[in-house]
């Protein structure tokens, strides 16, 4: 079948005659001129002027005349003329931290052409809204309205007027930014986009020569885009060229020809529409699906295998998941010599990138004890645990390692971790953020020299460490040039995000014959490109599509009203590269990963499915066995075994991971192992765990029994006193849930003649805590119950996002008062008198009493946090304190009332750190140091304490 850049290129020597010296050809991406000149060279005989080649960037860029700069350096920029215009203090390590959001927003808002100024306005009414922007339609208008209406611009709290300040001062930070950084020359892309649109507005830019521009391939375009194309348009001087098929086109419910309809109605196509039928062609499609994520490569080996080399000239290999790029590389057969990888992996899973991100951390958490710096365990083993860092010194690792884990250590000193000139670098704490970076490029220095002396062959893998050592320092250098220039303080953590930011999007891309061999690349990389052969890889949902997370203070009304992007443009964009990149294929192999068993489920994408269902693609449909779940290792220790490790995921696969499951780790890892993995005593899965015949789960059940009809409606004063008065529905709540956990009588009935002997004296107990919180209650009235004895959870991504562990369990309650969402846990024990100073010590196998209960309620306050967006105060009703006179629901931490926006960073650092902790097979499941814990547990005689 005819490649569309074939196509393409007949047609435009049909109608010039070969000679190209005035045409422009303008592509979405800089891959497909190679292969528009391969189709020129092949259907031209005779010398010719190949035509000027751009990116549809090179062409704003020329324009334009700005340059695009980092984003360290627009970071940088952008903290000038925040704190000019904020006349702000504020310290860059506060304002990094929302900077980059500030920085994506103006970037799109100039892409889409709109008003900062209309956008980041405070409105108060909709008549307000009606004459201000009359320029949008009827349905933005309502958009923008509703996000008004929610946030309630009227009676503003504290927390409101804040975020309506920094609101108005945006366009004016928005202003003096694009200013200063157009003094300099640079800018970021939507600036450069901006700005060459409205010089074609203008009518400045220089187009009286005779050059055609050929528009080759786009699909969405944003406003800018859409004003270069009209502006050539109009004047005689463009040509489109739009790849699409009838079967989405037609169909007007089809998302993969959503922008396309419209686009060739404005700007017309060049070609026939009988060339664009190639979906309905005879296809041999298949669908695979493999119980693993990496086996999925395995997969692509085989079918490579049975390839002939005139049929793997003409093969593409589409990674949906670019982490399964060197897995791929590593299983593909060795008679397959000429492989072309035309995409970039990221650095972030290099080992060499790792280390100054965990050289951060082993800083951060580092505390003195005495003259000498200590530093905790968890950051050295994650260190020395590094593969490069294991290479060079494996003996120094290993003995570090074993002093740790065969001694229970937790902190361990400076001075007994410097045995070689490289670990005296990397364990000297850094006495500010400069000398920080200092000492970093100094180790990847070390690291390089040593690595040179004992390799003797650069194989592919240390040339490219190498390579990205080379760019990290570059990136350090950068950075302590911007702080001098600036003159700017940065902090030990500040320097971590910035390498952080760099690391996260930079990638090393891969260079080879684009013309010859098999293709490797991956979903953008094959716009405009035809293949006889396709191998999708990892055609799941969250791969094909991507997950669409939109960080921004532009909320999703606002964005929708003023035409900025949503999620939805991202799926569109996807079904149109799913459609697109199989239309003119003939045999297609779709590879996806069922796993049902252990941390990641696989779910089919949307796109594969919906192709399943449209009649005229008939798939076949095949399962492959994973062989890649190694035999277990029967062993009698308490080490991560395959056995115990495959138990561990299945226990998490079976159940979430609850708060008290969690807090137990920390406690004691080897109990957390006899408990939840070996089973050994009975696992309670009531209420986080609580012994089903306790006071807790009767006096929960009640409370749920008494507020349940509240749920989602406000509670009044009045009617809690009204139950308070209604002394049979009290009793009959606590006599149900009696009955529940205890009597367990057939009819389902209960009485007071049933509860006998001790059961009395606990009944008359949780009718005095009944009474007692509903009257404290009434000092809180009124209030909206939102939830109560839900079951909840959300998901931590682990292992560089290549787990993810299900966290939740039973949440007591959750209510809202003042705008607030309060999350209460009941405690039916005695009162917590443990304070914490900071959030790490909850997470601190080395400390003896820590928070356990304020560790849980922060739990339920992040898995809150994911589905709502109000501000959130944990909290904790001590029932039997509370007429206690000084007594308070919130929680404190060094005299201050915790709210969970003031450390949800740093505790779901924390919380993401222990889960790393949990599923890392480096660590064994031991014992707790402190005996104190063992007093009362049920594992301490095999513990033999």
């Known amino acids: 079948m005819k490649a569309f850049l074939k196509i393409v ?23 497909a001129r190679v292969y528009f000149n391969f189709h020129l060279a092949q259907l031209i005989n005779k010398p010719i002027f190949a035509p000027e080649y751009y990116t549809i960037k090179d062409l704003f860029s020329r324009i334009s005349q700005l340059e695009i700069a980092d984003d360290t350096i627009l970071i940088f920029e952008l903290y000038e003329s925040y704190c000019k215009i904020k006349n702000s203090t504020e310290s860059f390590d506060k304002f990094f931290k929302w900077g980059e959001v500030m920085l994506n927003d103006f970037d799109e808002i100039d892409k889409y052409l709109a008003s900062a100024k209309d956008i980041y306005s405070n409105l108060k009414d909709l008549k307000e809204i009606e004459s ?15 996000f008004w209406q929610h946030f309630g611009t009227n009676d503003y709290k504290d927390y409101k007027e804040q975020f309506v300040k920094t609101w108005e001062a945006l366009p004016l930070i928005y202003d003096e930014y694009k200013k200063n950084i157009e003094n300099k020359g640079i800018c970021y892309e939507g600036m450069m986009f901006r700005k060459a649109a409205e010089l074609i507005k203008a009518k400045t830019i220089d187009d009286i020569d005779d050059t055609i521009y050929c528009f080759i391939g786009f699909n969405a375009i944003n406003p800018c885009e859409e004003l270069l194309f009209h502006h050539y348009q109009a004047r005689d001087k463009a040509m489109f060229y739009w790849d699409y098929d009838q079967h989405y086109i037609k169909n007007t419910s089809h998302a993969a020809g959503e922008y396309l309809r419209s686009n060739i109605l ?45 049929e793997l000239e003409n093969t593409a290999i589409i990674l949906s998941d670019e982490q399964l790029l060197l897995p791929l590389i590593n299983d593909i057969p060795d008679n397959i010599k000429d492989v072309n990888i035309t995409m970039s992996y990221p650095i972030s899973n290099s080992n060499i990138a790792s280390l100054p991100e965990s050289i951060a951390s082993l800083y951060k958490r580092a505390k003195t004890e005495g003259k000498e710096i200590a530093y905790f365990y968890q950051d050295i083993l994650q260190i020395i645990g590094n593969q490069i860092i294991k290479e060079i010194y494996p003996e120094d690792a290993k003995s570090i390692r074993n002093n740790i884990v065969n001694y229970n250590k937790f902190y361990i000193y400076q001075s007994s971790l410097s045995k070689n000139e490289l670990f005296t670098s990397i364990f000297s704490f850094p006495s500010s953020g400069v000398a920080l970076i200092q000492q970093l490029k100094k180790i990847l220095h070390n690291i390089y020299q040593k690595r040179n002396q004992i390799n003797e062959e650069e194989n592919n893998h240390f040339v490219i460490e190498n390579e990205i050592s080379f760019r990290i320092t570059e990136e350090l250098n950068k950075i302590e040039l911007l702080q001098a220039t600036h003159k700017i303080e940065l902090s030990i953590e500040t320097i971590n995000r910035l390498i ?35 191998i999708m890889v990892s055609v799941n949902e969250g791969n094909m599509p991507k997950n669409s997370q939109y960080i921004s203070f532009i909320p999703y009304h606002l964005r929708k009203g003023f035409g900025l992007t949503t999620y939805e443009n991202q799926d569109i964009i996807y079904a149109y590269y799913f459609y697109r990149s199989i239309q003119r294929s003939e045999n297609i192999s779709f590879i996806y990963h069922n796993r049902d068993t252990g941390i990641k489920a696989g779910e089919i994408s949307r ?5 399943k269902y449209e009649e005229q693609f008939p ?25 115990i ?79 308070t008065k209604n002394k049979k529905l009290i009793e009959e709540s606590i006599l149900e849930a009696f009955n529940e956990y205890f009597l367990k009588k057939e009819n389902g009935k209960a009485s007071l003649l049933d509860i006998q002997g001790k059961n009395i004296i606990v009944y008359n107990v949780i009718l005095k805590y009944i009474n007692n919180l509903l009257e404290y209650d009434m000092g809180i009235a009124p209030f909206t119950m939102l939830y109560l004895e839900n079951s909840v959870e959300s998901k931590v991504e682990i292992n560089k996002k290549t787990m993810s562990i299900s966290i939740g369990g039973i949440i007591d309650r959750v209510d809202e008062k003042d705008n607030y969402l309060r999350v209460i846990d009941y405690k039916t024990g005695g009162k917590n008198n443990i304070k914490t ?33 109000k501000s959130i105060i944990p909290g904790l009703y001590y029932i039997r304190e509370l007429f206690d006179k000084d007594y308070d629901w919130k929680i404190k931490s060094d005299k201050e009332n915790v709210t969970f926006d003031a450390v949800k960073n740093e505790f779901e650092e924390g919380l993401q750190q222990i889960i790393e902790e949990i599923f890392n097979r480096e660590f064994e499941f031991h014992q707790t140091e402190f005996d104190e814990k063992c007093s009362y547990c049920n594992f301490r005689e095999i513990c033999e304490r």
Do not use: W
């Open 9 to 31: 290129a007949e047609d435009l020597i049909q109608k010039t005659g070969g000679d190209f010296k005035n045409f422009r050809i303008v592509f979405p991406n800089k891959r």
């Open 132 to 146: 201000r922007f009359d320029y949008l339609s009827e349905e933005q208008k309502k958009l923008i309205s509703a």
């Open 266 to 310: 404005k700007y017309p196509q060049q070609l026939s529409s009988s060339l664009f039928n190639n979906l309905k062609t005879e296809k041999s499609i298949r669908e695979i699906a493999i119980s693993s994520e990496t086996g999925q490569t395995q997969v692509v080996a085989q079918i490579l295998s049975e390839m002939s080399a005139d």
């Open 500 to 534: 952080r930011l760099f690391i996260k999007r930079a990638g090393m891309n891969f260079e080879g014959e684009p013309l010859k061999g098999l293709q490797i690349m991956g979903v953008l990389e094959t716009r405009l490109l035809d293949f006889k052969n396709i």
């Open 607 to 611: 796109y594969l499915l919906q192709l």
């Open 619 to 643: 798939i076949e449909s095949m399962v492959y066995s994973s062989n890649l779940i190694k035999d277990s290792i029967q062993t009698i220790s308490i080490k991560k075994s395959d056995e």
């Open 645 to 723: 490790y495959e138990k561990l995921l299945l226990y998490t696969k079976n159940k979430k991971l609850s708060p008290t499951a969690i807090d137990m780790y920390i406690d004691c890892p080897l109990k957390f192992y006899f408990h939840h993995i070996a089973k050994i005593a009975e696992e309670d899965e009531v209420s986080d765990e609580i012994d089903s015949a306790g006071l807790g789960n009767i006096f929960h059940a009640t409370m749920y029994s008494l507020y349940k009809n509240y749920i989602g409606k406000e509670i009044k004063k009045v009617d809690l006193q009204e139950i």
């Open 837 to 869: 100073k900071v959030i790490a010590e909850l997470f601190d196998h080395s400390i003896e009493k820590r928070n356990s209960p304020l560790l849980q309620t922060l739990i339920y306050s992040s898995i809150i946090s994911k589905t709502n967006t």
